[in-house]
């Protein structure tokens, strides 16, 4: 679904991502895992078209996308769900949804899409009618991952999603991705600081590290790979 072919990414001078090459099946959970500065983000921003990589090919259903704005990646199916959960603070839970299904032509399957996000999440049910700012922390990534979702994106992109949480509200988060994927279809590339939780939920990751890639495998194998056990998982 998603190839990343030798990208190289810069900030002015500094040489963000370097040859980065990775890819994502459809139905899976990729994670990319790393410390902080690794690339991590800078290779979802390459993807949505945010940071336009300098050299290397991004193809999205064999379709290159490297040259595209970030809005004409949204319209092909990619959705990101940014670190820090940047929802509307002052529009309320439903306008926050239903922005995110702004560009569906399927007016029909919203309504059903909407039933999803609130059986997964009641809480977003019982407070939709409230400003979004008004929400928890964790509340608002529900919301910022419900609003993704509702786009019905072929691929989601996801951005440190247990950054700031309590254990219990990152467990249900992860317990939704999980979800997300299993029942409803959805394609996920994960980033995440928390390589423990990321590794036991993705299908496949990738480990960065100074903008390279230096390690990828199942993600069950790399959680007892010592590298990773080491650097990671402080183990
Ligand atoms: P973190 O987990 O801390 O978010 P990360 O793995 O997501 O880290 P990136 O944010 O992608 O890492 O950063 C990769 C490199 O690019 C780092 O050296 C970082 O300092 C640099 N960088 C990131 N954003 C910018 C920017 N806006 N301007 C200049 N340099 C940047």
Redesign the pocket.
Known sequence: MLELRGINTY??K?H??RDVSLSVQEGEIIALI????????????SVSGI?PPSSGEILFKGRAIHDSSPEAIVRLGIAHVP?GRRIFPFLTVMENLSLGAFLRKDRQNIKKDLDTVFDLFPILKNRKDQPGGNLSGGEQQMLAISRAFMARPGLLLL??PSLGLAPLVIKQIFEIITELNTTKGTTLLL?E?NANLALKTAHRAYV?EN?CITLTGKGRELLVHDDVRKAYLGL
């Open positions: 900030y002015g500094i963000a991502l790393g410390s902080n500065g690794a690339g991590k983000t800078t290779t979802l921003m940071i670190e951005d440190e980033v600081q960065i903008g």
